[in-house]
């Protein structure tokens, strides 16, 4: 029978086992996303509303998952307040629908992403 150590340090061996492929197997445009999880992403849509969240993921398709999202939209001119805002939390954004996508990032991460790559 197998002790609970030896179940433990297998699983361990196989956790290790998997990060290392992942690692080498996953291309440049993959690593500049896992870079961005968890910051703060501002994501403008067709309609004119944008939504403020934490970027969660992106799938093969573009769309994109935001959590803790705020939506934000103008309201009318007459209103006291220009933007009117609501609480969503986790969010699906079409890739459809967006029209820009920004994410908060230091000044030397915006200067290497302007860097021209062969």
């Known amino acids: 029978m197998e002790q ?4 433990y340090s297998t699983f361990q061996d ?6 290392q492929n992942q690692t080498t197997c ?5 690593n500049q996303v896992h870079k961005l ?15 403020l969240g934490a970027f969660h993921c992106i ?3 573009g ?12 309201t009318r001119r007459s209103s006291p307040s220009p933007m009117e805002q609501r609480c969503l939390g ?3 954004i079409p890739s459809s629908c967006r ?3 920004h994410a908060d990032c230091s000044i030397d991460e915006q200067l290497s992403l302007l860097s021209l790559h062969k």
Do not use: W
């Open 63 to 74: 769309n994109i998952i935001l959590q803790d999202a705020v939506e934000y939209r103008s």
């Open 37 to 51: 999880l968890f910051r703060r992403m501002l994501v403008g849509v067709n309609d004119g509303r944008f939504f």
């Open 99 to 101: 029209t820009t996508c």
């Open 90 to 92: 986790l969010i699906l």
């Open 4 to 7: 609970p150590s030896d179940y």
């Open 14 to 19: 196989s956790e290790q086992h998997h990060r």
């Open 26 to 30: 996953t291309s440049p445009l993959v």
């Open 59 to 61: 799938d093969k398709q």
